[in-house]
């Protein structure tokens, strides 16, 4: 097969060649020694076969971490980040590649995927449900966990469960906002709105009256003449990341927005527990920043930095924090669905 992988994409040895059935995940990373471990560790508890790790020159030991496991294969990333669509089309690229007809888990290495009955039920089980009602793809919304005090006293040892490191999250008070995309609509809201987008919240005056002037001008067909007054929202929480990679799979825009794909009324989700917030979080906003690596010239992490330079020791606990206890508790609170088919399917394995 002639090599068609785009951005000098070349694999660190020989290239994968799954066996029919696998699930597959893809990650891209860069300078992710500190939690990759963790997250290759949850990756195969929850039944991942093979791993394919997209390195974009990490200067730290992501690749030794990575390529210590027979099961996960190495790619070196040498391009820009950036002009690669923040990843996107080099994951196309390599699943288009080396996934087609497998179910794919597109994930960042901060993120641990859990769902209803995954401490009993792994990813190979879930994919056959979705698979057996016609499902391609499965929805999940991101929730930021943090630890209970200042980020930078956190002493977080690779390796160590996410979990205990940052117990807490702030259950987010979710909004659904169209787009123009599948899954044609996507939610927002949580800490993160909170403390550094404050302004994007519908529920402020200044912003629903942007919101109306902005309904007004699409109903008139003058919308994309005054793209650049269109309303900011704050980062979605809503994400695909696990999808039966077919041909005409795609990510539009990293896994939030996706090439059209089958979903299924009434069945269930997930949630990524988010791990952004740890010790090393004024390095690499700093990082981000200088590069210009992120989307809308690193708007997120310049926002960031901001707080950091108003309180050195800033965290995100407070009153309306809660322990994560587990992924029942997420299911009890509306954050994730069961659904009566999975809820059989588990039963009677």
């Known amino acids: 097969m002639p090599d068609d992988l785009p951005d000098g994409l070349a694999w660190l040895g020989a290239p994968p060649q799954p066996r029919p059935g696998e699930v597959i995940a893809l990650l891209v990373t860069r300078n992710e020694a500190l939690r990759l471990p963790a997250c290759l560790a949850h990756l195969r508890a929850q039944g991942v076969d093979r791993a394919y790790v997209i ?50 888990l597109v994930v960042d290495a901060d993120e641990l995927l859990v769902f209803p009955g995954c401490e009993t039920q792994g990813l190979p089980a879930l994919c056959a449900h979705l698979a057996a009602i016609g499902a391609e793809a499965f929805r999940t919304i991101l929730l930021d966990c943090f630890p209970d005090g200042p980020l930078h006293r956190l002493a977080y040892a690779p390796g160590d469960p996410l979990p205990q490191a940052a117990p807490c999250f702030e259950p987010p008070r979710l909004r659904a906002e169209s787009v123009s995309n599948f899954p044609y609509d996507q939610q927002y809201g ?26 007004a001008g699409v109903k008139l067909g003058v919308s994309a003449r005054l793209a650049r007054f269109v309303p900011r929202r704050s980062p979605t929480v809503t994400k695909l990341p696990l999808v039966f990679w077919r041909e005409g799979a795609a990510l539009l825009a990293s896994t939030h927005q996706l090439a059209p794909m089958r979903l299924v009324a009434g069945q269930p989700s997930g949630v990524l527990l988010h791990y952004k917030f740890l010790q090393d979080f004024h390095e690499r906003a700093l990082d981000a920043v200088r590069r210009d690596a992120h989307w809308d010239g690193s708007r997120e992490y310049r926002r960031y930095l901001a707080a950091l330079a108003r309180d050195p020791d800033f965290g995100l606990n407070g009153p309306l924090s809660l322990r994560f206890e587990g992924p029942d508790q997420l299911t009890a609170m509306g954050l994730m669905q069961d659904s009566p088919g999975w809820l059989a399917a588990r039963q009677g394995a």
Do not use: C
């Open 55 to 104: 390195d974009n020159r990490s200067s730290d030991a992501t690749r030794e971490i990575a390529a210590r496991e027979p099961w996960v294969h190495v790619m070196d990333a040498p391009g820009s980040y950036a002009g690669s669509g923040f990843g996107i089309s080099w994951t196309n690229a390599v699943l288009d590649r080396h996934a087609r007809n497998h179910w794919a």
């Open 190 to 215: 949580g800490v993160r709105e909170r403390l550094f987008f404050a302004e994007t919240d519908p529920a402020r005056l200044r912003r629903r009256l942007h919101q109306k002037a902005w309904n």
